[in-house]
């Protein structure tokens, strides 16, 4: 089996119960969007899958492999990456250098400390075709705290699709960002490779509904539901739990 | 093109113009390219990886008291000295940074002062080998790749130090511009994003912390074997903080900080102390206040905030 196949997976706190059998299947080339109401467990789910905390219970396998006992380094490798709900990037180094960082690192050239972190043709021009990818060739040698919020949602993308994952995490693409900007992270995430399976966290439901193929509706750390959005949108249930009704 | 090797030439003719200049100062002189590499030692450190150390002179007295016994009863080879330093202080960083790399903050600057003063404490109490508080006597180094005898007025010593210096600072500069530097100055950025692209921060920090470490005790070997003692006070933590306030009134991170840092300090440091005994640490203070206000970023960000104010852009800290 390709892909993440999640099994019966549990996290507790102490006595607090976060995620509790959780089965959850992301194929290559899916598109699934995990939504539900704040403390529902997303973001522990997703530290979960990413390997930032160690499960309680339950199974977590990739491409047929059992992961759930690597730490977050060795997942990385494995091709699982996240973006950071917080915009977490190299605030002083450019958008080249930030995405240069987890190319060369990726490629394990990270230790290498007589030539020059520049000096590999081949390095860069994947970053620079990164950085065309998200538009962001003119801001490409700006120290990326120069950049507006949005730019920066852009490269907090462009970093972990730089390590070319087979899975991809979107850990709230658009928090932050006005709505003004939020077509360009919608853009960016339609532009993803077609055989990279994406799992976006958002509570933004326009985003959600447009770039998702299959919603996960998680409700106090478990599975309420799951479906097209069609059917999660004309869920009595989710309208009156989670939606309110407002997209009705 | 021809910008870059300005700084490098200009560093070179200052060191050369010094030594014309100041010819009955050069033990100072010597201290002073002696200082810059420690200094350098804790760019590396500190302003590459953003390890923050008030140490630093644990590795420099390791490196000073390994090249002065290495001298006296193994070989006289100064280039060999310089290798025993570079060795102890390594060892010294891999060894105690293993435990150090795995905290941060202010649990890493007392844990650091801590492998200082245990270090101190160890070479106080091994009188038999080290000379304990009277100091490690006798060491008598060879001649300077087997050409230059050290001469008592210290040329030999001030062109030895200043070639050692100069490839020190050609080293790091390689390496800051390096994959390693890189993920060194990624560390320093965002050490949660690091361990997210798949790189083992904790190894990382210790390579860099490691290396800072052997140049430290490069810088200790040329004490040892310029001034032919090695005393107790190269483990103090006052040479740690004064090594720290040199490269922040320089600015961390661009080793041309380091280097004008130490220069500025230790010149401000011998013109005061001089005129007035009592009072020069004020002079010090004001400087360094004065900087920490008006040039936050240190003395080497000088012309780039200059730039900036001229353009009426704001003045941006960091």
């Given at each position: 089996?390709q892909?993440?196949?999640?099994?019966g997976l549990?996290k507790?706190?102490g006595?607090?119960v976060v995620?509790?059998?959780?089965?959850?299947?992301l194929?290559p080339?899916a598109?699934?969007?995990l939504?539900?109401?704040n403390g529902a467990?997303?973001?522990?789910f997703?530290?979960?899958v990413?390997?930032?905390?160690s499960?309680?219970?339950?199974?977590?396998r990739?491409d047929?492999q059992?992961?759930?006992g690597?730490?977050?380094?060795q997942?990385v490798?494995r091709?699982?990456a996240?973006?950071?709900?917080i915009?977490?990037?190299?605030?002083?180094?450019?958008v080249r250098?930030?995405?240069?960082?987890?190319?060369l690192?990726r490629?394990?050239?990270?230790t290498?400390m007589?030539?020059r972190?520049?000096g590999?043709?081949?390095i860069?021009?994947?970053?620079?075709?990164?950085i065309d990818?998200?538009?962001?060739?003119?801001?490409?040698d700006r120290?990326v705290?120069?950049?507006?919020?949005?730019?920066?949602r852009?490269?907090?993308?462009a970093?972990s699709?730089a390590?070319?994952?087979?899975?991809?995490?979107?850990?709230e693409?658009?928090a932050?960002v006005?709505?003004?900007?939020?077509h360009l992270i919608i853009e960016?995430?339609e532009r993803?490779?077609?055989?990279?399976?994406?799992?976006v966290?958002?509570?933004?439901?326009?985003?959600v509904?447009?770039v998702?193929?299959?919603?996960?509706v998680?409700?106090?750390?478990?599975?309420l539901?799951?479906?097209t959005?069609?059917?999660i949108?004309?869920?009595a249930?989710v309208r009156?739990?989670?939606?309110g009704?407002?997209?009705? | 093109?021809?910008?870059?090797?300005?700084?490098?030439?200009l560093?070179?003719?200052?060191a050369?113009?010094?030594?014309?200049l100041?010819?009955?100062n050069l033990a100072f002189?010597?201290r002073i390219?002696?200082m810059?590499?420690?200094?350098l030692s804790l760019?590396l450190?500190?302003?590459?990886a953003g390890?923050?150390?008030l140490?630093?002179?644990a590795?420099?007295?390791?490196g000073?008291?390994a090249?002065?016994?290495?001298?006296?009863h193994?070989?006289?080879?100064?280039?060999?000295g310089?290798v025993a330093g570079?060795?102890?202080?390594?060892?010294?960083?891999a060894l105690?940074?293993?435990v150090l790399?795995?905290?941060q903050?202010l649990?890493?600057?007392m844990?650091t002062i801590?492998?200082?003063q245990i270090?101190?404490?160890?070479?106080?109490?091994?009188r038999g080998?080290t000379?304990?508080?009277?100091?490690?006597?006798?060491?008598r180094?060879?001649?300077v790749?087997?050409v230059w005898e050290f001469?008592?007025?210290?040329?030999?010593?001030y062109?030895?130090?200043?070639?050692?210096m100069?490839?020190v600072f050609a080293?790091?500069a390689?390496?800051?511009?390096s994959?390693?530097?890189?993920s060194?100055?990624g560390i320093?950025?965002?050490?949660?994003?690091?361990?997210?692209?798949?790189?083992?921060v904790?190894?990382?920090?210790?390579?860099a912390?490691?290396l800072?470490g052997?140049i430290?005790g490069i810088?200790?070997a040329l004490t040892a074997?310029i001034?032919q003692?090695?005393?107790?006070e190269?483990?103090?933590?006052?040479?740690?903080?004064?090594a720290l306030?040199?490269l922040?009134?320089?600015g961390?991170?661009?080793l041309?900080?380091a280097v004008l840092g130490?220069?500025i300090?230790?010149?401000?440091?011998?013109v005061?102390?001089?005129?007035?005994p009592f009072n020069?640490l004020f002079v010090i203070?004001?400087?360094?206040?004065?900087?920490?206000?008006?040039?936050p970023?240190?003395?080497?960000?000088?012309?780039t905030?200059?730039?900036?104010?001229s353009?009426?852009?704001?003045?941006?800290?960091?």
């Amino acid at each position: 089996m390709q892909g993440l196949e999640v099994r019966g997976l549990s996290k507790r706190f102490g006595g607090l119960v976060v995620s509790e059998n959780i089965d959850f299947d992301l194929p290559p080339g899916a598109r699934k969007a995990l939504i539900g109401p704040n403390g529902a467990g997303k973001s522990t789910f997703a530290n979960l899958v990413t390997g930032i905390l160690s499960p309680s219970g339950g199974t977590i396998r990739f491409d047929g492999q059992d992961v759930a006992g690597l730490n977050e380094a060795q997942r990385v490798k494995r091709g699982i990456a996240k973006t950071f709900q917080i915009t977490t990037l190299f605030p002083r180094l450019t958008v080249r250098e930030n995405l240069r960082l987890p190319v060369l690192e990726r490629e394990g050239q990270g230790t290498r400390m007589f030539r020059r972190a520049s000096g590999n043709a081949e390095i860069e021009a994947e970053v620079t075709a990164l950085i065309d990818q998200f538009d962001l060739g003119p801001l490409a040698d700006r120290p990326v705290l120069d950049l507006a919020y949005g730019q920066q949602r852009l490269v907090e993308m462009a970093l972990s699709l730089a390590l070319k994952p087979r899975l991809l995490i979107l850990d709230e693409p658009a928090a932050g960002v006005p709505s003004s900007e939020t077509h360009l992270i919608i853009e960016a995430i339609e532009r993803l490779p077609d055989d990279l399976a994406v799992l976006v966290i958002e509570h933004d439901m326009d985003l959600v509904f447009r770039v998702a193929r299959s919603i996960v509706v998680l409700v106090q750390g478990r599975i309420l539901t799951e479906g097209t959005p069609e059917e999660i949108a004309n869920n009595a249930q989710v309208r009156e739990l989670y939606l309110g009704g407002a997209h009705g | 093109m021809a910008v870059r090797f300005l700084p490098p030439l200009l560093m070179l003719l200052a060191a050369v113009a010094a030594y014309f200049l100041f010819p009955y100062n050069l033990a100072f002189l010597t201290r002073i390219v002696i200082m810059v590499v420690l200094v350098l030692s804790l760019d590396l450190v500190l302003g590459f990886a953003g390890i923050a150390t008030l140490g630093q002179a644990a590795m420099y007295g390791a490196g000073a008291y390994a090249a002065g016994l290495f001298a006296i009863h193994v070989w006289a080879d100064p280039v060999a000295g310089l290798v025993a330093g570079a060795l102890a202080g390594a060892v010294l960083a891999a060894l105690s940074g293993a435990v150090l790399m795995r905290t941060q903050g202010l649990t890493l600057i007392m844990l650091t002062i801590a492998v200082a003063q245990i270090c101190a404490e160890i070479a106080n109490r091994a009188r038999g080998v080290t000379g304990g508080a009277d100091g490690l006597r006798g060491i008598r180094p060879g001649k300077v790749l087997g050409v230059w005898e050290f001469d008592f007025i210290g040329i030999t010593g001030y062109w030895y130090a200043l070639a050692v210096m100069l490839l020190v600072f050609a080293v790091l500069a390689i390496l800051g511009r390096s994959p390693f530097g890189l993920s060194l100055r990624g560390i320093h950025e965002s050490p949660a994003r690091m361990e997210a692209i798949g790189v083992s921060v904790y190894r990382r920090r210790l390579a860099a912390y490691t290396l800072g470490g052997g140049i430290a005790g490069i810088a200790g070997a040329l004490t040892a074997q310029i001034t032919q003692l090695v005393s107790l006070e190269t483990f103090s933590f006052s040479l740690s903080a004064e090594a720290l306030i040199m490269l922040i009134l320089g600015g961390t991170g661009r080793l041309y900080g380091a280097v004008l840092g130490t220069v500025i300090f230790m010149a401000v440091h011998h013109v005061a102390a001089a005129n007035d005994p009592f009072n020069w640490l004020f002079v010090i203070g004001a400087l360094v206040l004065a900087v920490v206000f008006f040039l936050p970023a240190g003395i080497a960000h000088l012309p780039t905030s200059l730039k900036r104010l001229s353009k009426g852009g704001r003045h941006a800290g960091s």
